[in-house]
């Protein structure tokens, strides 16, 4: 048996979940699969599910954290009988599947880029040593795996509706959550973007994003931003590229005043074209773009908006 | 009060990785103490010189961690405990390892970095936590405690972030933000040697095998525009990304 851990937003199933079906219908030699909905609204969203699923469980837990939501899964493999565990990659659930992991005393396969079987193991393949190395590990049964968001087809409905079943957690101890500080959310979503525009601290100014966001409203793209950038307080945290942020792979990535420290090429060297402006020509990000303009950003950049304006015209 | 970082050596992001054999070889690459392991450590000295108490650091890793142990002795933790195990052993089974020798020195809490720089892991915080039954909150980015038992932490989501109340003893494992580290002195690297460093042979054996390690990097087209005139620059940009590279 295979069960996979359905991302969802309280309202309906994410692309993650999707992805994450896709993933455990490419090892279904291993058995059948069922899904399991934690959180809030869960019959809801299981219904939803079941779409796609012959068995989905319903665990309503109320909101996230990573011991409600470890035991949650444990409890529906314990129930489904599941060898293997999918779920999509992200920092909550690379917590919480870390924990389930070692509950099954499980081999885990993190941010895995794809995920295939001999019957006995699980194979993966991921991204190590700060997104520089490809690395193909095996593990045998039990196996936790996370799936790497936008590596994999979205899963089509099944044939026929399956049934939602309301699953018992106890819930464990657990961290009391005082308040969230949600970020305003607006435009595309940067893991889900196919085209992005990062602004680095070369800009100097937060009002200086004004343009970037332009660039990126134009082409369609999400923006991000570099360390230096959110610490200064000039974009919010999400918006973030590299090792401790996000890590992207949109086809276009553009890079306005952005140096390239390792630490930023983690979050981006994946990306299929780079396109690096910047006033040094010795900066790092140039070793690694497809383009370069070097160039004073306060001039180019406009110019680029202008531009891009006309080819979409 | 006693405080523990759990630290790990990995190579320096800037030196040059190469592969031997199928995978990756380490040797002739400058090993540092991994930076988010050292946000923990750094944050561990400053528990300690708030709360009073005692400062640990855990290591589990080759011989070689040792330069990386002395690290954190020399910036100011008390003594250090390296468990020694060469060759490759999954976060999971680390976990295991590591909680057997943390339970014993039931600590107030444990911090640890929030992924590691050479397998790219976020998931030895909250194994060890779940090995020892703790809760456990990851991409710390700021920690008060609030008596002896219980603390209050800021930490990131996917998206934005929270702030919990956690009943002690807990993991937490850090994010870049949390502090700014210092520098080791020479009278703490000199101490450092005099420090207790007890070494304890460990034999585990690994839930992941890594088959095979390549480096694809991708080959970049590395077409420079002259910027001196932006306008042109900016067109000739757009035209081949629409033209030649088709993404947009």
């Known amino acids: 048996m295979i069960l996979v851990v359905l991302e969802h937003d309280g309202q309906r199933l994410r692309k993650g979940a999707l992805e994450a079906i896709s993933r455990a219908r490419q090892i279904g030699a291993l058995g059948a699969i069922a899904g399991v909905v934690i959180g809030e609204n869960t019959q809801a969203v299981a219904q939803e599910a079941a779409q796609y699923l012959p068995t989905v469980y319903a665990a309503e837990v109320g909101s996230y954290t990573p ?110 959550v005082l308040e969230r500080l949600s970020e305003q959310k607006k435009g595309v979503s940067l893991t889900e973007a196919t085209v992005v525009v990062t602004g680095g601290r070369g800009l100097g100014s937060p009002e200086a994003f004004a343009g970037v966001e332009e660039l990126a409203s134009t082409l ?33 990535y553009i890079a306005l005043a952005v140096s390239g420290a390792v630490q930023h090429q983690a979050g981006m060297n994946k990306s299929k074209y780079i396109v690096a402006v910047n006033k040094d020509a010795e900066a790092p990000i140039f070793k690694i773009a497809d383009y370069g303009i070097v160039g004073d950003v306060h001039q180019v950049l406009p110019a680029l908006i202008d531009a891009a304006k006309k080819l979409k015209d | 009060m006693k405080f523990v970082a759990v630290i790990r050596q990995v190579p320096d992001g800037e030196s040059r990785l190469k592969i031997e054999g199928g995978k990756v070889d380490l040797g002739g690459v400058t090993m540092i103490l991994d930076q988010m392991d050292e946000w923990a450590v750094e944050e561990v000295i400053r528990l300690q010189e708030k709360h009073g108490g005692e400062s640990v650091v855990v290591a589990l890793g080759p011989e070689r961690f040792e330069e990386a142990i002395r690290t954190a002795l020399a910036m100011g933790i008390d003594r250090a405990i390296h468990l020694v195990a060469e060759g490759y052993l999954d976060p999971i089974s680390q976990a295991e390892a590591l909680a057997e020798v943390i339970r014993a020195e ?63 003893p807990a993991v937490f494992t850090s994010q870049q933000g949390l502090n700014e580290p210092r520098y080791p002195t020479l009278p703490g690297i000199m101490k450092a040697k005099r420090k207790e460093l007890k070494k304890v042979p460990v034999s585990a054996s690994s839930k992941v095998e890594i088959l095979e390690q390549t480096i694809q990097e991708k080959s970049r087209l590395n077409k420079m525009i002259d910027g001196k005139d932006p306008v042109a620059a900016a067109h000739e940009l757009v035209r081949l990304l629409h033209e030649e590279a088709k993404v947009i």
């Open chain 1, 67 to 176: 011991e409600k939501w470890a035991e949650a899964a444990y409890a529906a493999a314990q129930k489904s009988g599941a060898k293997v565990v999918v779920a999509t990659g992200g920092r909550q659930s690379r917590t919480w599947t870390a924990r389930l992991a070692y509950k099954m005393k499980a081999g885990l396969l993190e941010d895995t880029l794809e995920t295939s079987t001999d019957g006995q193991h699980i194979i993966g393949v991921r991204y190590s040593f700060l997104n520089r190395v490809t690395e193909k590990q095996k593990a045998a049964l039990p196996v936790v795996f996370t799936a790497k968001p936008n590596t994999t087809p979205l899963a089509e409905p099944a044939s026929s509706s399956g049934v939602v079943e309301a699953l018992e957690v106890s819930l464990p101890p657990t961290v009391e």
């Open chain 1, 220 to 252: 369609g793209a999400a923006v991000g931003a570099t360390r230096a950038v959110v610490d200064a307080g000039w974009r919010p945290y999400s918006e973030q590229v590299g090792q401790t942020g996000k890590t992207v792979q949109p086809n276009l």
């Open chain 2, 106 to 168: 039931a600590p107030t809490l444990v911090f640890t970095g929030g992924q590691q720089a050479d397998w790219d892991s976020q998931a030895l915080g909250p194994a060890l936590a779940e090995a020892l039954s703790w809760p456990v909150v990851s991409w710390t980015t700021q920690i008060e405690l609030e008596g002896e038992t219980q603390a209050r932490a800021k930490h990131d989501l996917d998206e934005g972030a929270e702030v919990v109340r956690v009943a002690l």
